[in-house]
């Protein structure tokens, strides 16, 4: 059974910094997707970024470009997420999320289905 834990949220300033973690478990094979979703109070789920854990270009929001980055270290089956100059518009909850079909994209925005493994999610909250 794949589990995903995540954490490093928190409260910070607009402005500031944090980064997220997530450490995956259970899953069988090591090329797989993994990424960074986020759900803002009644607003949709966002991706924010996405990478196949076989190597690649990760995909990255154009919401975020410039500001947050994604990374992995497969010796610890574990994604990372890079926030900074966080806006108070990246107040969410951010989720990390797995799939196990890495042969139909890793990208969501490009069309592929949703993921099927989601970590509970870690709350982000930037003030003014």
């Known amino acids: 059974q794949v589990q995903l834990v995540e954490s490093g949220g928190g409260s910070v300033q607009a402005g500031g910094s944090l980064r997220l973690s997530c450490a995956a478990t259970?899953?069988?094979?090591?090329?797989?997707?993994m990424g960074w979703f986020r759900q803002a109070p009644g607003k949709e789920r966002e991706e924010v970024a996405t990478l196949f854990t076989g190597g690649g270009v990760p995909y990255v929001a154009d919401s975020v470009k410039g500001r947050f980055t994604i990374s992995q270290e497969s010796a610890k089956n574990t994604v990372y997420l890079e926030m900074n100059s966080l806006k108070p518009e990246d107040t969410a909850r951010y989720y990390c999320a797995l799939d196990e079909r890495p042969w139909l994209g890793c990208t969501v925005a490009w069309g592929r289905p949703e993921y099927n493994y989601w970590g509970q999610g870690t709350q982000v909250s930037v003030s003014s």
């Open positions: 259970g899953y069988a094979d090591s090329n797989n997707c």
